[in-house]
């Protein structure tokens, strides 16, 4: 579908600078909105909301419906009379990294309390809202707070080590330990209550600022999930339901060895017999709580990269058909349009393009690839089309000013200065107009690319096992006079925001 011009910021909540350790829907988040909506912005990206599994990164969750439990705001719930406020005393205020064994020692503890509280003491709208969403939720939601408080129970045991009754879900077997964990499975559904409440009372604060809120769709969901675990006949299971085999990319830009990822791999045979029923029922949870969905590997749906489980790397694959159009007529009749636009990056090949162009999907394109070689200049702003969606750089990215310090070639230095000249605010604000003015539909600018930063503020390096995910800005860094700047660049671009209606009540609770 075409999208209107617009601009916005990359910004993952986890980096905002709340209490707690780690950014929440909390005040900074508002915040952060109102900055926004200050500098002329219409877009707030982020990655994946889900809760998180290994490696704590937002792509490998542990459900594709549920909320991450860190983004709840503890402030928020004491607001709302879910936890008395000198609980929160010992929450530090500062905006450092991400330490996650950290947060989860000390944030879960406190969500857990609170969750009990308000299952104790809840009454009257509250409470008739709880029982909406458990009802309205239920397809999702009594499997993935099993599967949390199994785990839970099993150490955080992968689902396939505990014992076989529940692995194998087993009726008897699940019947027993819904009955022995009800107390425990009430409060994680008020804690995804809690999520929810609180993520759509955002939502709808951003509508009224008339900004939207682009959500990230991974491709892959993760073995260790409430997805595989309920839906093992939809995946490339064996007898075991152990993988047979598993999701990743080939070698390339970022790694010699490819990307070996392991996400289980669909049986896209399976799915297409039962109407891709579990897709679309998460296309369309995904469109009722963003406004716009970036899907991630989209050529994945063309094609993908099938390792086998016992490969240590992604070296020895193969390329295996996805379902390709199929898939996006099912959703489009169900969603009446595809509010979409595809991660089309690294090796594409005619075949991915030609499908995105059927589908009227539109594409990325991301600067700073731009000025390796000709082939690179389908990332710079005279090949861009309005149905491309621009950007600086990714969450996979370094940040521009670290890219251009130790990570871009002499060749391209030399390359973008012709292209972009010198700018005496710095190279990324040349970027950032390069971005700005270009035909492209959306233009999307990770903050750290707005803020000027280096290295140490890169969020994700590929292929890298520490140090991913833990970025967080600095309280104070969202000044008047740099939201001033990109209200007169959105402006002189005409990229000012338009008119959004607000998704629904805003009595939330939480």
């Not at 009800?182 to 900004?211: G, K, M, P, T, V």
Request: aromatic fraction near 12%; charged fraction near 20%; proline fraction near 6%.
């Amino acid at each position: 579908m075409p999208f209107p011009r617009a601009t916005g910021i990359l910004l993952h909540p986890t980096s905002l600078p709340s209490r707690g350790g780690i950014g929440d829907f909390g005040p900074a988040a508002y915040e952060f909105v109102d900055f926004l909506a200050d500098a002329r912005q219409s877009l707030w990206q982020v990655l994946p909301l889900g809760p998180l599994g290994y490696g704590f990164s937002p792509y490998s969750s542990t459900s594709a419906f549920a909320g991450n439990p860190l983004l709840i705001s503890l402030e928020r719930l004491a607001d709302h009379g879910w936890i008395e406020r000198s609980r929160l005393a010992g929450l530090p205020d500062h905006a450092d990294a991400v330490n996650y064994p950290q947060v989860f020692a000390s944030k879960m503890p406190l969500l857990a309390e609170a969750a009990r509280h308000f299952i104790d003491s809840a009454s009257g709208k509250a409470c008739d809202r709880f029982k909406s969403f458990c009802n309205d939720n239920r397809w999702w939601l009594e499997d993935f707070v099993l599967f949390d408080a199994l785990r839970a129970r099993y150490h955080l045991e992968s689902w396939n080590q505990w014992p076989r009754g529940v692995a194998h879900r087993e009726a008897a077997a699940l019947a027993t330990a819904r009955e022995e964990l009800a107390s425990d499975l009430n409060f994680r559904r008020a804690i995804q209550f809690a999520f929810y409440e609180q993520w759509r009372s955002l939502h709808s604060y951003c509508r009224q600022r008339s900004i939207r809120i682009i959500g990230d769709i991974a491709i892959f969901v993760n073995y260790d999930s409430a997805d595989v675990w309920t839906h093992p006949e939809l995946f490339c299971l064996d007898e075991n339901l152990d993988p047979e085999v598993v999701s990743g990319v080939p070698p390339d830009f970022f790694s010699k060895t490819g990307q070996r990822w392991g996400n289980p791999l669909y049986r896209w045979d399976v799915m297409r017999s039962c109407g891709y029923e579990w897709w679309v029922q998460r296309l369309h949870w995904a469109t009722q709580n963003c406004d716009y969905i970036r899907l991630d590997h989209f050529r994945g749906f063309e094609q993908f990269w099938e390792i086998a489980a016992s490969e240590s790397t992604a070296i020895n694959g193969r390329w295996v058909d996805g379902p390709k159009d199929d898939i996006f007529q099912k959703l489009r009749e169900v969603l009446g349009g595809l509010p979409f636009f595809a991660e089309d990056l690294g090796h594409i090949t005619p075949e991915v393009h030609a499908l995105r162009d059927r589908l009227q999907i539109p594409g990325m394109a991301v600067l700073q690839f731009g000025f390796a070689d000709p082939g690179a200049h389908i990332y710079l702003p005279h090949r861009c089309t309005n149905e491309k969606v621009i950007y600086t750089g990714t969450h996979d990215n370094d940040t521009l000013l670290g890219w251009w310090t130790s990570g871009a070639s002499e060749v391209e230095r030399k390359n973008a200065e012709h292209y972009l000249g010198r700018a005496k605010d710095g190279v990324h604000w040349a970027f950032i107009r390069a971005a700005q003015a270009s035909v492209a539909s959306l233009s999307v600018i990770p903050l750290q690319d707005v803020l000027g930063l280096g290295s140490e503020a890169r969020m994700n390096t590929p292929s890298k096992n520490d140090g991913n995910w833990k970025w967080r800005f600095a309280s104070g860094a969202l000044t008047r006079e740099l939201a001033y700047k990109l209200a007169v660049l959105a402006e002189l671009t005409d990229r000012v925001p338009e008119p959004v209606a607000a998704p629904g009540p805003e009595d939330f609770c939480a």
